[in-house]
């Protein structure tokens, strides 16, 4: 079973970056000393494993399944159970299956936090965890794109009804500033975070800029020299 303070991470649509916050904010949080654990819901679309450049399995012990330990993170994703990088083809209440799996057959230990990186929308695997994670909160992903912010209001308004607390947005992508620069190019658009946020009544948790990866080997992990690596650290701290 889980322990710890659960955070999910969602939101409305894919590519605003949702699994790439997950990572970061659990290794921030890790670097904060904190204990923590990463779960990667995203069963159809599951992207942990190759973010952080796991290639091996998890162990078993009496049946239960002891998650991968990366980055000082315990890590556990679909993507272990599978070979290679096989579709999962499954009709939806499989899905619930496996969030009930991924909570109460994982020897987690003690944990001080628990990141859940969901898949996009308010699809079953959100219903689940609703369901059988009620004391979880939520951070909503998007981008400064009106119709990222616009599909992201339906994840945040789902949490609300169902009695989760929405702890902010997180705005990806919100700017590019070239090398030897401080000029920032809003390329998606401007104050979309903001405007999910008021639609919410909640916050703008952080504004996240592009940058490239720091290694391609890892390529959602950005080094201690990197202005993402201040961001996230940020958010971290914000959290606890």
């Not at 894919?14 to 654990?37: D, H, M």
């Not at 109460?104 to 936090?113: A, F, N, Q, S, T």
């Amino acid at each position: 079973m889980l322990s710890g303070q659960v955070i999910a991470i969602t939101s409305g649509k894919g590519g605003v970056g949702k699994s790439t916050v997950s990572v970061n904010l659990a290794l921030s949080l890790a670097r904060l000393g904190k204990s923590v654990a990463l779960i990667d819901l995203d069963i159809y679309g599951f992207s942990i494993p190759k973010l952080l450049n796991i290639s091996y399995k998890p162990k078993t012990f009496n049946g239960k399944i002891i998650p991968v330990e990366s980055h000082g993170v315990k890590v556990m994703s679909m993507g272990f159970l599978l070979g290679g990088n096989d579709p999962v083809v499954w009709r939806g209440p499989m899905l619930g299956k496996m969030v009930e799996h991924f909570t109460k057959d994982v020897i987690w230990g003690e944990l001080d936090y628990v990141i859940l990186d969901l898949p996009p929308g308010t699809g079953d695997v959100a219903l689940d965890m609703h369901q059988m994670i009620p004391q979880s909160k939520e951070i909503i992903v998007t981008t400064p794109h009106p119709a990222a912010t616009f599909v992201a209001e339906r994840a945040g308004t789902m949490a609300i009804k169902s009695n989760h607390e929405v702890l902010g947005v997180v705005e990806n992508m919100s700017y590019f500033t070239p090398p030897n620069s401080t000029e920032k190019y809003s390329i998606f658009g401007e104050g979309g975070g903001d405007k999910l946020a008021e639609a919410l009544n909640s916050e703008v948790l952080a504004k996240l800029p592009i940058e490239p990866p720091s290694s391609n080997d890892t390529p959602a992990i950005y080094d201690e020299h990197s202005l993402l690596f201040e961001h996230y650290m940020e958010l971290a701290k914000k959290l606890l």
